[in-house]
């Protein structure tokens, strides 16, 4: 493997091929077209045999990790596997050397992700957890308006995502944690990185397809400084509504609100207006990011795996309290001991 830090091209190897390893293809191709010094030499998947196409022929294609890692000299592995399989993998790459990047949710358990951060400042190796709404346009802003209080403090907000019902994997709760954790986990991420754990949560859930996994949620979090915050998340959408993602945050001076792709501002006592925003979406911007984070030694800062683990804490706390038919619950916070 290479030194990252020499100035030469990454070298990446990505393991998984489904609808968000061709997300990541999609990205790495359209970096080495802009120049950018890196280069996707490897792919694995289990099913590589049955998946391959002309597109894929570009590139060294396995269906054995131990069989890239034996044959091909990486600097980076992209993991886009089912969520059982993010920790196993990721702590033995980082232990191994390698900087990981890895796609949400961080783990199927917060003592998994506790594994993966610590692996991760033992190693001194990069991981980055793509909760790419982090680096999408539309929540970048928001949490500009937020950081630098230009529209003063923050009242209330709510969040939304939603979709048609994924594929069949995704409704066995016990595999993907259900609509809570693999969709709801997004807006969670936000409200952490926005501001911060909060002391409690509420949840309620439904189960619609009974396969172990809540399909619809809605959550309120609470905070000392009194906000009113609502993340609801549904994956049993109907009729010709394929996905849907939305915000509205009431600050004291403005209300700004995120919808059909648009970021909408209204001032008190101006007129409302668009915000301009960057047209690449986060997916890009995050990879982008990692590899920039990785090229030049520096630790990640939006989306460090201390914050990831925060966000799983977020996500346990409010399966609790779901099961508890949303009664209150703190998030037990995990602290990352680099000598584990």
């Not at 409704?171 to 911060?196: A, K, P, Q, R, Y």
């Not at 986060?282 to 990640?300: C, H, K, N, T």
């Amino acid at each position: 493997m290479t030194n990252a830090n020499d100035n030469r091209t990454l070298r990446v190897g990505l393991i998984g091929i489904g609808s968000m390893g061709g997300v990541h293809l999609d990205v790495y191709e359209r970096l080495a077209r802009e120049g950018y010094p890196v280069e996707l030499t490897a792919i694995c998947d289990l099913k590589i045999a049955e998946l391959k196409n002309d597109r894929l022929a570009a590139y060294a294609l396995y269906d054995s990790v131990e069989a890239m890692l034996r044959d091909e000299t990486l600097d980076i592995v992209d993991i886009t596997v089912p969520t059982p399989f993010h920790a196993e993998l990721a702590c033995s790459l980082l232990e191994q050397g390698y900087h990981v990047l890895c796609e949400k949710p961080m783990a199927r358990t917060s003592e998994q992700a506790l594994r993966m951060a610590e692996a991760a400042a033992a190693s001194g190796r990069t991981l980055m957890i793509g909760q790419c709404l982090r680096f999408w346009p539309a929540y970048e802003y928001l949490k500009a308006c937020v950081a630098d209080g230009r529209y003063g403090n923050v009242r209330a907000g709510y969040f939304f995502r939603g979709s048609g019902y994924p594929l069949p994997w995704y409704l066995n709760g016990e595999n993907s944690g259900g609509c809570l954790l693999d969709m709801h986990v997004h807006d969670t991420d936000i409200v952490n990185w926005l501001f911060g754990l909060p002391a409690k949560v509420s949840t309620s859930g439904r189960v619609v397809a009974p396969k172990g996994g809540y399909d619809v949620v809605s959550t309120n979090y609470y905070y000392p400084e009194g906000m009113v915050l609502n993340a609801q998340a549904d994956w049993t959408l109907e009729g010709d509504i394929k996905f849907a993602m939305t915000y509205r945050v009431n600050l004291e001076g403005a209300s700004i609100v995120f919808a059909e792709g648009e970021v909408s501002v209204h001032p008190v006592g101006e007129p409302g207006f668009k915000a301009e925003l960057p047209q690449d979406a986060g997916y890009y911007r995050e990879i982008r990011y990692f590899l920039d984070a990785v090229a030049s030694g520096q630790p990640v800062a939006v989306c460090p795996p201390e914050a990831t683990l925060d966000t799983m804490a977020i996500i346990e706390a409010e399966q609790r309290s779901a099961e508890l038919g949303g009664e209150l619950v703190a998030p037990r916070t995990r602290t990352v001991n680099a000598a584990n």
